[in-house]
């Protein structure tokens, strides 16, 4: 059974960090994509950060390059979301999920396995 929990998420202020966390069991990393996706108040769910099967194909969506790493340890079943530099735009809910490249392309919002959510908050 696939699982995932996050956590990490917060109230912060605009310009500062936060480093989000999810814990995983149930599937491997070598076969499935990870990714971040987040919810924002009225808008649709959309994905943040993803990365491959090997690790080494990742999405980042437009708004948060060059501010927001996805990073995952194997040995330690977990995936983690460094996101830096927040805007008051980064506020929403946080969930990581994960599914199989055989039937779903990274990033893609209908992945079938998901955590619980985290809200993140930043304030201006």
């Known amino acids: 059974q696939v699982q995932l929990v996050e956590s990490g998420g917060g109230l912060m202020q605009s310009g500062g960090s936060l480093r989000l966390a999810c814990a995983t069991r149930?599937?491997?990393?070598?076969?499935?994509?990870i990714g971040w996706f987040r919810q924002a108040p009225g808008k649709e769910r959309e994905g943040v950060a993803c990365l491959s099967t090997n690790g080494r194909t990742t999405y980042y969506t437009e708004s948060v390059k060059g501010r927001f790493t996805i990073s995952r340890d194997v040995d330690r079943n977990m995936f983690y979301l460094q996101m830096d530099d927040l805007k008051p735009e980064d506020t929403g809910t946080y969930y990581c999920a994960t599914d199989t490249p055989v039937l779903f392309k990274l990033c893609a919002n209908n992945w079938r396995h998901w955590g619980q959510g985290t809200q993140v908050t930043v304030s201006s």
């Open positions: 149930g599937f491997a990393y070598d076969y499935w994509n």
